[in-house]
């Protein structure tokens, strides 16, 4: 997510100043200073200010996100947990090992479910909860995040695919599978890459994705896409190189509050507590040169189109407020799609998936209902879902 990564760059960059100037104001309150008395005296004096100061700034540096996170995000009636079941770890051809859970009966219909960049599987938290009472819903961590390791060179799109093809031999049956942001992006590089691998798919959900570069289909594409070069691969590059400092600084950033900033820009009106907390969290303890090669890989990446040879059902979900991928990527795929319906929400962000999770998982669990007995249908329709219904926005 490139927006959310010049966010943390900056905030941390921030909040790294502010320990500095704590370190510096305690520093100068122990040196002090000396002057003269009116005898003539030399005396050592400190400021307390500058102790307090200090106190303060350290004190921000360390605890701030129990002071932001309740001023970002509203109280929870549901919290989001980043809470694993029993799981096991797969062999995929890439050599990577892929950490993978089974959960709801063994003889449902399959789900797959493929998190975005930057989390782990424990993001689906309620979309998990909500169909494991019907269905067998598979989730795996992409490699490189979360439990999975990554085999040298395979943090990249075409490997993930490759990894989630594994990941479908492993269900053994068709599947409906779902995808938020890196996670459609894999989903269609799999379609592009194994056009066979559409025949095991009993439907595709894609939510909040695009389907190119991510810098072009961002808010502000061209002023992201002019950073790259001088700004972004540089800095992606030097986590690469400086890992150990760069999860330093990371976790310094978690602790104050600034990453918690900057997940929120991922977020619309109705995030929680939890939510956000559950976010960053994730996107804190993921290896930060995982990370910046997965942001890297997306950089170069496209598969505009791919998605035209599948016939299985295909549901888009788009949030009406993502400034991550923009509404109007949904709306290239679902033009390019044929049979594709795209559902777009109102007041969600990039994570609507969790702040409008009810809305989200109605969508999905009704599309996963008929994807395994599909009616006949439109060959193209739009909506718009509002707090007061459905509104259709267009259809053709």
């Known amino acids: 997510m490139p927006l959310i990564i010049l966010a943390r760059i900056a905030l941390s960059l921030l909040s790294l100043a502010v320990l500095a100037a704590g370190g510096y104001a305690l520093w100068s309150w122990y040196d002090g200073r000396w002057m003269l008395d009116a005898a003539g005296h030399a005396l050592h004096v400190r400021d307390d200010w ?3 100061l200090g106190l303060g700034l350290l004190a921000w540096s360390f605890l701030g996100r129990l002071v932001i996170t309740p001023l970002l995000a509203r109280r929870d009636s549901d919290p989001s947990r980043p809470e694993r079941g029993e799981g096991q770890f797969l062999d995929s051809p890439t050599g990577s090992r892929l950490y993978v859970e089974v959960h709801g009966p063994a003889n449902g219909p399959t789900v797959i479910l493929t998190h975005g ?3 782990d599987s424990t993001i689906w938290f309620y979309l998990r909860r909500a169909l494991t009472a019907r ?10 995040l979360g439990r999975s390791r990554a085999a040298k060179g395979a943090v990249d799109l075409s490997h993930f695919a490759q990894d989630l093809r594994a990941v479908m031999a492993f269900a053994g049956a068709p599947a409906v599978l779902v995808g938020h942001s890196i996670g459609g992006m894999t989903i269609q590089t799999l379609i592009r890459d194994h056009p066979g691998s559409a025949e095991a798919m009993a ?12 810098l072009k ?3 502000l594409a061209p002023l992201a896409q002019a950073l790259r070069w001088p700004v972004l691969e540089p800095v992606l ?6 890992q150990p400092l760069a999860w330093l600084s990371a976790w310094q950033s ?6 918690h900033l900057a997940n ?4 619309a009106e109705h995030v929680t507590h939890s939510q956000l907390e559950h976010t960053t969290l994730l996107a804190t303890r993921n290896p930060p040169a995982a990370l910046a090669r997965g942001n890297l890989a997306m950089f170069d990446w496209d598969a505009d189109g791919a998605l035209q040879a599948v016939t299985s059902p295909i549901l888009i979900l788009a949030g009406d407020e993502d400034i991550v991928t923009l509404k109007s990527a949904s709306q290239v795929l679902a033009r390019a799609t044929p049979g594709g319906q795209l559902l777009t929400i109102d007041a969600a962000n990039h994570m609507g998936f969790l702040e409008r999770h009810d809305i989200y998982l109605e969508k999905i669990e009704a599309f996963c209902l008929t994807a395994w007995s599909p009616a006949p249908r439109a060959a193209f329709e739009v909506h718009t879902i509002r707090d007061h219904g459905l509104e259709v926005g267009e259809r053709s």
């Open 117 to 119: 960049w930057g989390l």
């Open 254 to 259: 978690y602790l104050s509050g600034s990453a």
């Open 217 to 219: 289909t961002m808010v």
């Open 264 to 267: 929120r820009l991922g977020f």
């Open 50 to 52: 500058r102790l307090w």
């Open 135 to 144: 269905y067998r819903v598979i989730v795996w961590d992409l490699a490189g």
């Open 203 to 214: 439907g595709v959900v894609l939510v909040n994705t695009t389907y190119t570069n991510p």
């Open 237 to 242: 590059r030097l986590a690469i190189l400086l």
